[in-house]
């Protein structure tokens, strides 16, 4: 299994910038993607950005292109969402996610709350 660990998140006003980091440990291997999603409340979880293994590539929500940027450290197996120019609307719980091409489903971690205030 892979465990999850997130960290990064806090409250900070409009146009004020935030790091988000997530460390997977445990089985780790054969990672397909290292994603964040968000859930604001009384919404559905969305993905925000990815960062897939295959091609190195990175894919965003139209809503964070240019403002946000995902990024992976293999080495510690850690994906990173330095989140830019934070809109209220930005206001959620980050959740990290990891998929593996061993593992049907794929692992969450506990989430952490971004709040920005207007």
């Known amino acids: 299994q892979v465990q999850l660990v997130e960290s990064g998140g806090g409250l900070v006003q409009a146009g004020g910038s935030l790091r988000l980091s997530c460390a997977a440990s445990?089985?780790?291997?054969?990672?397909?993607?290292m994603s964040w999603y968000r859930q604001a409340p009384g919404k559905q979880r969305e993905l925000v950005a990815s960062?897939?293994?295959?091609?190195?590539?990175?894919t965003y929500a139209d809503s964070v292109w240019g403002r946000f940027t995902i990024s992976r450290d293999t080495a510690r197996n850690t994906v990173y969402l330095q989140m830019n120019s934070l809109k209220p609307e930005d206001t959620a719980v980050y959740y990290c996610?990891?998929?593996?091409?061993?593992?049907?489903?794929?692992?969450w971690g506990q989430g952490t709350q971004v709040t920005v205030s207007s």
């Open positions: 996610n990891v998929k593996a091409n061993w593992y049907t489903g794929d692992w």
């Open positions: 445990g089985v780790v291997f054969a990672i397909t993607s």
């Open positions: 960062s897939i293994t295959n091609g190195a590539r990175t």
